[in-house]
């Protein structure tokens, strides 16, 4: 039995057209590498604020982080998670659990930027992570699981494992978690499930919140 994560409107997108232009975006993507082809808010600051859904986008950083933590979970090592990325731009992924994140966050912004024009990332003979041509409601409805439950922290709070999760690997769940810094899932994700859940009186930063869940289902299945 599995927990399948799924990060939802990640921060992660080429420079769009709107501000391609702009000197000091002209400037930066000048060596055409692969990491400054990405959206970073770090870098793009002045120049995105006529984006629309600003304060989810030029996120990479955000992903990185939760990818980090998920990967190198016991879960991740134990076999028993699968994970998908779904972007601001409702592009969907899946990532192979065997795949070598980069620790190294511009060697990281590389292979994403890589993902996002190819469609793909694999080695010779491993496909890593892959697109997925689907709605995000289409692959929760191609995923047999028992429950989905979706994370924030204006849902029903829970303080412990035995509220979240049954033991003993019995049931599939889907897990959504929001992969941006500030705002709440649109209509179109909220309306994803009818169990919110919230871990903690106070607003997490995404990972530290996908960590606590993860760390809930190894705790109710023994995954040491
Ligand atoms: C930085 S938060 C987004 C900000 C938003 N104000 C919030 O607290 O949900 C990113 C994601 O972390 C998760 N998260 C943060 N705090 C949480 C909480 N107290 N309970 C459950 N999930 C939480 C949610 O999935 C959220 O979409």
Known sequence: MTLTVILVDCGLELIPKEIINNPAIQKSIKNRSYPLK???????HTS???????????????VHACLLNALGSPLSKSG???????TVNNKLYKINTEIKIARNYNRF???????????????????????????L????KSISSEEIILFSSKGKLVKNHF??????????????????????????????????????????????????????????????
């Open 109 to 135: 912004k590389g292979l994403m930027a890589k993902l996002l024009i190819e469609g793909e990332i694999r080695t010779e003979d491993l496909l890593l992570i892959s697109r997925i041509e689907k709605k």
């Open 48 to 62: 995105m604020g006529k984006l629309k859904n600003l304060t989810k986008r030029g996120r990479p950083d955000i």
């Open 163 to 224: 509220e979240l999760f049954d033991k003993n690997l019995t049931k599939n769940y889907v897990v959504i978690l929001g992969c941006f810094q500030k705002g709440y899932f649109s209509d179109d994700i909220s309306n994803l499930s009818n169990k919110i859940v919230s871990i903690s009186r106070y607003h997490l930063d995404a990972w530290v919140a996908l960590s606590k869940v993860i760390g809930y289902y190894e705790i109710s299945n023994d995954i040491v």
């Open 80 to 86: 028993n998670l699968k994970l998908y990325m779904h």
């Open 38 to 44: 990405l959206l970073d808010n770090a870098l793009h």
């Open 137 to 140: 409601s289409e692959l929760l």
